[in-house]
């Protein structure tokens, strides 16, 4: 679920691209994240998250969504594979400041669900999957894998929810996101950028054992102070990893920077409305 930077192409077969794992967390924190902000208030006010609530964060991230669960009251457990962005979680969830006591109702876990498991507490009441899939070849079955870990450790009917991209129609960034498919068209990435379709997140319940029950439609319009931040936003995300590895980073800037001139207004911000899908399950 957590994607990586390809920081550059290397050109021989099979080689694995170096990466600037500590840079990719820093804009996600700091520039893209905060455009799920819609989302994860659509979730909590509609499931009434508050102090009842026992969440189970995967892919976690930098911790945002965490952070906005606990300011509701609930108790929260965060889970994630990148440790640079678990540093930043705990920067925003765990500070280490003189005289702040730790909060108990806090947990952050490097790994996979499993590892969040402790012996005698009670199930989770809410799964969150927040990360969007639905673009990325492949990606809704690293989804599926984490969901068929954490069921075990929610309670009985407890809510799962799993977020989506919406129809391309509704996505002013899916136009961005096809120069992704044209770039790693020449390695034919499984990795690469697709559009959502209609029952990515139904497909997903269903395999991992999961009851639907209800979902919505939220606006996450993207906004950037620039054209430059909007490059490192969207790279933050993932989603033009295979374009990276089949070209190179230059190329990459290169054709988002003209992509996202469209969308640029007079005073130099950039603005993409978005329409988000999101599913909530019932565990069996």
């Known amino acids: 679920m957590t994607p990586t930077l390809v920081r550059q192409h290397l050109p021989h077969a099979g ?16 520039i893209q994240e905060r455009m799920l902000v819609p989302l994860y208030e ?15 964060g995967l892919g976690c991230g930098s ?12 108790s929260v457990t965060g889970v994630d594979v990148s440790p640079e962005r678990m540093t930043l979680a705990r920067e925003r969830l765990l ?18 669900p499993r590892d969040t498991a402790v012996p005698g507490a009670p199930g989770y009441t809410l799964v969150t999957a927040f990360e969007p899939i639905g673009c990325l070849a492949g990606d809704s079955e690293g989804l599926g894998g984490l969901l068929a870990e954490a069921a075990p450790l929610a309670q009985r009917g407890a809510a799962v929810v799993l977020a989506g991209w919406g129809p391309p129609e509704r996505c002013a960034t899916a136009s961005v996101m096809r120069v992704a498919t044209k770039l790693a068209e020449p390695l034919r990435h499984s990795g690469s950028w697709r559009p ?8 997903v319940a269903q395999r991992a054992g999961l009851r639907p029950d209800g979902s919505g439609r ?27 590895t089949a070209t190179d980073q230059v190329q990459v800037d290169k054709e988002l920077t003209e992509a996202l001139n469209p969308h640029q207004r007079q005073d130099g911000t950039v603005w993409m409305p978005n329409v988000f899908r999101y599913l909530i399950a019932r565990t069996p």
Do not use: N, Q
């Not at 659509?42 to 189970?56: D, I, M």
């Not at 911790?63 to 609930?74: H, I, K, P």
């Open 15 to 30: 080689a694995k691209p170096r990466v600037d794992l500590r840079a990719r967390a820093r804009d996600w924190s700091e």
């Open 42 to 56: 659509a979730v909590y006010e509609r499931l009434e998250v508050g102090p009842a609530t026992r969440l189970l």
């Open 63 to 74: 911790g945002l969504s965490l952070l906005m669960a606990a300011a509701r009251g609930a």
């Open 95 to 112: 500070p280490e400041t003189p005289g702040t006591r730790a909060r108990p109702d806090i947990r952050l876990v490097d790994g996979s």
């Open 196 to 203: 959502a379709c209609r029952d990515d997140l139904e497909d």
């Open 218 to 244: 939220v606006a996450c319009p993207f906004g950037y102070a620039d054209v430059d931040s909007a490059v490192r936003g969207l790279k933050s995300t993932g989603l033009f990893d295979a374009a990276m």
